[in-house]
T-cell receptor, first 112, second 118 residues
Framework: AQSVTQPDIHITVSEGASLELRCNYSYGATPYLFWYVQSPGQGLQLLLKYFSGDTLVQGIKGFEAEFKRSQSSFNLRKPSVHWSDAAEYFCAVGGGGFKTIFGAGTRLFVKA | GAVVSQHPSWVICKSGTSVKIECRSLDFQATTMFWYRQFPKQSLMLMATSNEGSKATYEQGVEKDKFLINHASLTLSTLTVTSAHPEDSSFYIC??????????????FGPGTRLTVT
């Protein structure tokens, strides 16, 4: 069965520091992978997605993610975090029946 | 483009009453809409999938008689929580997928509706 694991429940980084959020997936075929961000009390906004091609994907707000098939990972990165990046981040994989499976989420805290 | 709205953004109702939440695709035709439930500090749980003009498909464990979903048009889906109880209090999020999406998994999310049942 398809699944998504986000090992870190929460992460704290200093403003201006680099960020990496981890995501591991389990899926038999070539996966469709997504990263979403959710601010408190809001819906989800798509940061980036991977379907095929270049394994390094650029997204909005300066985020990027790298698909590594050998590690079944799709980690999200940002070179310099801004206070406005504090939010909940969800990794997701397109699963069977055209359903999307979400990870448990990682809460990002940004300290001044 | 690809904007999804939800109404209301928050609602408080008394136990035993019913509440209707609307989900609209504003600038595209949504062939499929999804309804999710999110508990505090948890991930999204898919409740049901609805295709325009057909009955919704509910996920295992979701009571279809309690959570009525209607997808009557290509721009509107509604979720009605019937005989609501405090345990139905949650954040409900809809998403929509249109004809023009690149993949079958691409979907656009509404801002969510906070339901509190007293």
């Amino acid at each position: 069965a398809q699944s998504v694991t986000q090992p870190d429940i929460h992460i704290t980084v200093s403003e201006g520091a680099s960020l990496e959020l981890r995501c591991n997936y389990s899926y038999g075929a070539t996966p469709y992978l997504f990263w979403y961000v959710q601010s408190p009390g809001q819906g989800l906004q798509l940061l980036l997605k991977y379907f095929s091609g270049d394994t390094l994907v650029q997204g909005i707000k300066g985020f990027e993610a790298e698909f590594k098939r050998s590690q079944s990972s799709f980690n999200l990165r940002k070179p310099s975090v801004h206070w406005s990046d504090a939010a909940e981040y969800f990794c997701a994989v397109g699963g069977g029946g055209f359903k999307t499976i979400f990870g448990a989420g990682t809460r990002l805290f940004v300290k001044a | 483009g690809a904007v999804v709205s939800q109404h209301p953004s928050w609602v408080i109702c008394k136990s035993g009453t019913s509440v209707k939440i609307e989900c609209r695709s504003l600038d595209f035709q949504a062939t499929t809409m999804f309804w999710y439930r999110q508990f505090p500090k948890q991930s999204l749980m898919l409740m049901a999938t609805s295709n325009e003009g057909s009955k919704a498909t509910y996920e295992q464990g979701v009571e279809k008689d309690k959570f009525l979903i209607n997808h009557a048009s290509l721009t509107l889906s509604t979720l009605t929580v019937t005989s609501a109880h405090p345990e139905d209090s949650s954040f409900y999020i809809c998403s929509a997928r249109g004809r023009e999406t690149l993949t079958p998994y691409e979907q656009y999310f509404g801002p969510g509706t906070r339901l509190t049942v007293t």
